[in-house]
C-alpha cells in the first residue's frame, strides 16, 4: 500500500491578521535573514502575490525571484511588500538579560 504526501503550503495557513502576525514576529526574532524573505513570500501569497505586484508597482514575477532564499532584493523593494501587506515594523529595545 502506498502512502498519499500531500505537499506542505505555508500560505495556506497563513489566514488571518493574527497567524500572519504571529508567524513574522517568531520569524523576526530567530533573525534568519533567508527566513525571513521566505516568510515575505508566503505572506505575500497568502495575500494574493498579484495584488501585492498591483499594489507595490512591481511585476509579479520579480516578486518572487526577490523573496527566495539566497535573494538580495533591494530595501526599498522589502519596504514596499512590508507596506503592501499591511504590516507595520516596531522597534523596542531588546529585554534585559541579567
Do not use: C, W
Not at 32 to 41: F, H, M, Q, T, V
Not at 65 to 75: D, N, Q, S, T
Amino acid at each position: 500500500m502506498s502512502e498519499t504526501i500531500t505537499p506542505f503550503d505555508m500560505a495556506e495557513l497563513l489566514d488571518s491578521d493574527a497567524a500572519i502576525s504571529e508567524y513574522l514576529s517568531q520569524v523576526l526574532a530567530d533573525g534568519d535573514s533567508d527566513e525571513i524573505l521566505r516568510a515575505l513570500n508566503h505572506i505575500a501569497r497568502a495575500r494574493g502575490m498579484s495584488q501585492i505586484a498591483k499594489q507595490t508597482g512591481l511585476g509579479r514575477e520579480s516578486l518572487y525571484k526577490a523573496f527566495v532564499p539566497g535573494a538580495k532584493p533591494r530595501f526599498d523593494t522589502v519596504l514596499k511588500v512590508i507596506r503592501a501587506l499591511g504590516i507595520d515594523l516596531l522597534a523596542q529595545p531588546h529585554a534585559a538579560s541579567n
